[in-house]
């Protein structure tokens, strides 16, 4: 196993400040005490949840241009995530590292300010996209003679007046000596850093409250920086003041080397970033020998020293390795995009693609306009890679969406620099490090006509680029895979594709009537979609039309998909996004009124006010914890459910003149599924619950 020798590498490398990127996760929810109505709270998945788990580190991308690419590449491209740079007030200078040398925590720095950080953070939700934000709460600033900040506050080392003054630093005033010592590590300088006291309830309680304005702004969560110097129990007081921590993503930079502190300390606040990783896609594709990456159980849980899936943040680079040479990089070419393709491709870990800029010196910042602002990028000028909308890793992202939930199977490798591998029946994928090889590949693909997503997208009659790619009733195609490419194949790429972008590719199938309650009285009504993992349509979306009194619908035709992700607006920037989470909507027909999700058709004459609820789980005897309307609760653990089909109970529900339920599930033994804490908003009609998500529709029909 390749490792870090010691923490001297670990962190002071790079001039001034290491932070190893860590994306992942959903922080860990602890089992709590059922208090009135409220439903018991189960630990929460540590992970990113599915199937949008792929974040774009835009590095030093100003808010605006981040708003702009949330509308252009990313939601479009299937992203869940975008991670910002540090938000905070910082020192001032042209170099890369002034973002992680906090002054204050105004949200005002070269990269936009608070009135545009919010307008973003918006901007990206109506896209589909969740934000999270880079914090840096280990320490202040570097500078040992003080100096004035990018927002005008003038500070001290250890004195940034109405925060923080000498009493909340760590009395070990100069750096880090010895990686071997815990207390050095998590109580001296990193690289002169004044490092502050968070042990102390004050500074927990500053730290906490800078979180919970970000969280005030609508962050999703956040990547929190040098957590290795910050003691896990520091952590765990700083994370209990944070507002509405269940829903948060977060992701943590503890990088393992031979030293007392180990990620597994922190892996209840939020997913690691698996440095292992990248360092050996980096051996394996830069030495070109990258079959040993799927032999046996392939890269992942089952190594030494690697974290388990369910913790581990995946990445090929970031600011940080890309500059000291420790992984692949976009110097790497061709080369550093199949290993983003094996990435994306591969089911370990939720992984974060970095898009910064080219440099020539470690310390390098972005072009900066003449009164220091970062000037906004534009792919293709100022050194900007991109790579968030390269093609052959933003469509990557659909393909990862798109066979979410599979297992890697169908393994081939030539034994030394070709390997190929499929993810259940949903897709296939084939990578060449060596010299350009033809052969017939066996997948377990349905039959049909595919399009490389490597090179082109579906189009109404073929593929935007590239050849169709034909599979045969037993799973096989013959393909051509250059030197240093790749191929592609999943389900909702298929070629000839409808011409509607938010269709799924594909001839025949259904279609979804979409009802939509004109309650919030807008002059306009659109739904911004997309079928199945298919493109979404442009913003603001397609028109809705008159249905019935009190509701517009539209009727969304599905191809060989079984749902579409959707939001509404007016046409004129008001959204309903189901807070972030956008709705997903299967079945024939199906209502959205107030964030609540139903099946039917609500111009027809009206049927029994019922809700039956079927709910997907391995309990083998799933109890229903409910309230009607804004009625009482059912007594813990609620009212049984009984067996449905395979794998799904059920239980009817009468309403009375409510118009939906609100509940949580459990196994009758104190494990529950009460929806991260938010419990579950169940409308009226038939509603199946799985694995966090509310759709209309039976499962066993």
Request: proline content about 4%.
């Amino acid at each position: 196993m390749s490792s870090i020798g010691s923490g001297v590498v670990d962190d002071a490398l790079v001039h001034r400040k290491r932070l190893r990127y860590l994306a992942g996760l959903a922080l860990t929810a602890i089992l709590g005490a059922l208090i009135t109505a409220t439903a018991f709270a189960p630990p929460a998945t540590a992970a990113a949840p599915g199937p949008k788990d792929a974040t774009a580190v835009m590095f030093s991308w100003t808010w605006n241009a981040i708003a702009r690419e949330c509308t252009e590449n990313l939601g479009p491209a299937g992203y869940g995530y975008v991670q910002t740079s540090p938000p905070q007030e910082h020192v001032q200078g042209p170099q890369w590292w002034t973002y992680y040398q906090p002054v204050s925590y105004k949200i005002e720095s070269r990269l936009g300010t608070r009135t545009e950080f919010e307008a973003m953070v918006d901007t990206c939700h109506a896209a589909g996209v969740k934000v999270i934000a880079d914090a840096v709460i280990n320490h202040m600033s570097g500078q040992s003679a003080g100096g004035v900040g990018w927002a005008g506050t003038a500070f001290q080392h250890y004195e940034y007046p109405g925060l923080y003054g000498q009493q909340d630093f760590h009395s070990c005033r100069r750096d880090i000596a010895n990686y071997q010592n815990r207390w050095e590590v998590q109580e001296c300088n990193l690289v002169n850093l004044s490092d502050l006291d968070t042990s102390s309830s004050y500074v927990q309680g500053r730290i906490a409250g800078y979180l919970n304005d970000l969280v005030s702004l609508g962050v999703d969560g956040f990547r929190i920086d040098a957590v290795k110097h910050i003691a896990a129990a520091d952590m765990q007081g700083i994370l209990s003041k944070v507002n509405d921590r269940a829903r948060l993503y977060v992701v943590q930079e503890v990088i393992r080397a031979n030293e007392p502190i180990q990620p597994e300390e922190y892996t209840s606040y939020g997913d690691i970033h698996e440095f292992a990783f990248a360092r050996k896609l980096k051996e394996a594709f830069g030495g070109g020998t990258i079959n040993w990456l799927i032999t046996g159980n392939g890269i992942g849980p089952s190594w030494s020293g690697f974290l388990p899936n369910q913790n581990a943040a995946v990445f090929v680079d970031n600011h940080d390795t890309e500059r000291n040479g420790e992984t692949l990089s976009y110097k790497d070419g061709a080369v550093y995009d199949l290993a983003q393709i094996f990435t994306l491709a591969w089911n370990y870990g939720s992984p974060s693609i970095h898009s910064g800029y080219e440099f020539g010196n470690k310390d390098q910042g972005p072009v900066l306009a003449g009164n220091g602002e970062v000037v906004d990028p534009v792919c293709g000028q100022n050194g900007w890679t991109c790579k968030h909308a390269q093609t052959n890793i933003a469509n990557m992202v659909g393909f990862r969406n798109a066979v979410s939930g599979t297992a890697v199977g169908d393994n081939w490798s030539n034994g030394s620099n070709a390997i190929a591998f499929g993810r259940g029946d949903k897709g296939y994928v084939a990578i060449n490090r060596g010299a350009s090889l033809t052969r017939t590949f066996d997948s377990s693909l349905p039959a049909g006509r595919y399009c490389n997503v490597i090179v082109g997208l579906p189009t109404a009659t073929g593929c935007s680029a590239g050849e169709v790619i034909t599979v045969d009733a037993s799973g096989g195609f013959t393909a051509t895979v250059g030197q240093n490419q790749a191929v592609a194949l999943h389900v909702g790429a298929k070629a000839g594709a409808p011409t509607d972008p938010g269709t799924d590719p594909g001839t025949g199938g259904g279609s979804l009537k979409v009802y939509y309650s004109t309650a919030k009285g807008w002059s306009a009504y659109n739904v911004h979609y997309r079928v199945g993992s298919g493109s979404w349509t442009a913003v603001p979306g397609v028109a809705m039309a008159p249905a019935c009194t009190g509701w517009v619908s539209k009727t969304i035709e599905l191809g060989t998909a079984t749902g579409v992700t959707a939001a509404f607006n007016n046409g004129s920037g008001t959204w309903d996004n189901n807070g972030g989470r956008d709705y997903a909507l299967s079945g024939a027909s199906v209502t959205v009124n107030g964030g609540v999700i139903a099946a039917g058709d609500p111009c027809a004459t009206p049927a029994a006010n019922t809700t039956t609820v079927f709910y997907a789980t391995g309990w083998s005897a799933p109890n229903i914890h409910y309230r009607v309307g804004d009625g009482s609760w059912t007594a813990v653990p609620g009212v049984a459910m009984t067996p449905a089909c395979a794998g799904w109970f059920q239980k009817t529900v009468e309403l009375g003149t409510a118009t939906g339920i609100t509940a949580a599930f459990n196994n009758g033994s104190g494990s529950w599924d009460n929806n991260g804490g938010r419990d579950y908003t169940i409308g009226a009609g038939t509603v199946k619950v799985q694995n966090g998500t509310v759709t209309a529709g039976s499962p066993c029909s």
